[in-house]
């Protein structure tokens, strides 16, 4: 799932590499799943798009979901006073991942910790953080967080990097 999947680009890139997996998208803006609707025509993979809230999958049910991949607003998306936005979606991505779950979220620095104190109150923890990295302008990092287990906030690795980044990079399926 991606709850906030704009034009599908995570989705397309999972589903062109496993193809045998249900995917599906939720976004609030008809215009981005219009284009994400084109972006999985033209690649040829099969993904669900819903028109829907990100903090309130009402149509989903509890833990129904395996992995959730997205990319929550940040930088100029994202206004830092509207904190609750955070909260409120990690609740409800907490409600519907499977208690073996995972998350995996791409995130700028300036909200890492912001994200990362929702992700605790929600009742799930960073089991790793990638090592901040250059998007754009920004500095980002990519959060792996699982239900499995109740954290405290400060009970996660800081930073690192995946194993397959330091030699035997097998190729574009490695990042998806």
Known sequence: LDPMCGRGTFLIEAATFWPSATYVGVDAST???HD?????????????????DAANLKHM???????????PPFG?????????????MMIEWSRILADNGRMVLLIDMDNAE???????QA????????????LGRLQA????VNKARRAVLGDYPKFGTFEWEAGDLAGRAQWS
Do not use: E, M, W
Request: overall charge positive; proline content about 1%; glycine content about 2%.
């Open 76 to 88: 100029r998306q994202f206004d830092k006073r509207t904190k609750s936005l955070y909260s409120d």
């Open 141 to 144: 990092t990519i959060l792996v």
């Open 61 to 71: 049910h509890d833990n129904s979901v395996d992995r959730i991949l997205c990319c």
């Open 36 to 52: 994400a609707s084109v972006n999985c025509q033209s690649a040829r993979v099969c993904v669900q798009l819903i028109q829907g």
């Open 123 to 134: 009742g799930c923890c960073v089991s790793f953080q990638r090592s901040p990295f250059r």
């Open 114 to 120: 912001s994200l990362i104190q929702a992700i605790v």
């Open 31 to 33: 215009d981005q799943l």
